[in-house]
C-alpha cells in the first residue's frame, strides 16, 4: 500500500516538471510591439528634429539678414562722423569776423560843411580785430558776404540828423531824420555785401546833419561775416 502510493506521487511530479507553465509564457513582453513603440518614438524624435532644424536655418538667415542691416548702419554711421569731422575742420578753419562798436562821444557831433568820417570809438566786439576804432574803418579780411547794421540819434533842435554808409568810398545808402524834432529820433539801417580782401566799410555824417550819443550808446555801427565765399 505504502508503495503504491509513493509511485503514484512520483508519477504527478514527472508530469508536472515535463508541461511549460502556461502563466510564464502569457506574462512574457511583446517583443514587436516594443519594436512598434521604438520605431514610432525614432520618427516622432525625427519630425521634431527637422523642425528645430528648420528654426534654426530660419534663425541663421534672421542673424545674416541682421548683420548685414548692422554693417550697413555701421557705414552709414562712419560716413555721418566723416562729415561731422569735415564740418567741424571747415568751422574750425572758417574765420571768425564780427564787431560792434558805439560813437562813444558825449553830446552832438556836427553840423558839419562836408562829410567825415564816423569813428565808433567804444568798441563792445572786434573779433578778428579788423574794424578800426580810431579811423572807424572796417577791413574784410577774407573775401565773402557781411552783415553791417548802424542805428544813429539826433537830438539838436531844428537840426536833422544822417548818415551813409559807404564801401570803397562809394555811397551804399543813407539813413536820416529831418529838422524841428525837440526829442531823441532814431534812423536805423542795414547791408549785405559782398566783398573782397581788403574792402573797406566806414559810417560817414551827412553835410550839415548831426548825430548825438550819450552814456546809454544811442549811436551804433556793427558787422559779421556771414560766410566766406
Given amino acids: 500500500m505504502k508503495v503504491s502510493i509513493a509511485l503514484l506521487m512520483l508519477c504527478c511530479l514527472s508530469l508536472t516538471d515535463g508541461q511549460p507553465d502556461v502563466r510564464e509564457e502569457n ?20 519630425v521634431k528634429l ?27 554711421m562712419k560716413g555721418s562722423l566723416t562729415q561731422l ?13 564780427a564787431f560792434s562798436a558805439d560813437l562813444g562821444i558825449r ?3 556836427g553840423p558839419q560843411a ?30 565773402g558776404v557781411y552783415y553791417f547794421r548802424f542805428t544813429i540819434c539826433g537830438l539838436q533842435i531844428n537840426q536833422s ?5 559807404y564801401k570803397n568810398g562809394q555811397k551804399i545808402m543813407a539813413v536820416g531824420q529831418w529838422l524841428f524834432h525837440d526829442q531823441h529820433r532814431y ?26 550819443d550819450s552814456q546809454d550808446n544811442l549811436s551804433t555801427f556793427s558787422g559779421f561775416l556771414i560766410y566766406p565765399l
Fill in 27 to 46: 506574462n512574457l513582453p511583446n517583443i514587436w510591439t516594443e519594436v512598434r513603440y521604438v520605431r514610432d518614438t525614432m520618427v516622432e524624435l525625427k
Fill in 107 to 109: 553830446g552832438n557831433l
Fill in 187 to 212: 534812423a536805423s539801417n542795414g547791408a549785405v555785401l559782398q566783398m573782397e580782401v581788403g574792402d573797406v566799410v566806414c559810417m560817414k555824417l551827412l553835410p550839415r546833419y548831426t548825430i548825438y
Fill in 114 to 143: 562836408t562829410e567825415i568820417t564816423l569813428a565808433f570809438s567804444n568798441v563792445f566786439t572786434n573779433i578778428g580785430n579788423n574794424y578800426n576804432s580810431t579811423t572807424g574803418l572796417f577791413t574784410a579780411p577774407v573775401k
Fill in 85 to 97: 569731422q569735415a564740418l567741424k575742420r571747415e568751422h574750425a578753419e572758417q574765420p571768425k569776423v
Fill in 50 to 76: 527637422d523642425m528645430v532644424m528648420n528654426d534654426n536655418s530660419k534663425m541663421a538667415e534672421q542673424i545674416l539678414e541682421l548683420k548685414k542691416e548692422n554693417a550697413g548702419l555701421n557705414e552709414q
Fill in 161 to 165: 540828423t544822417g548818415a551813409f554808409l
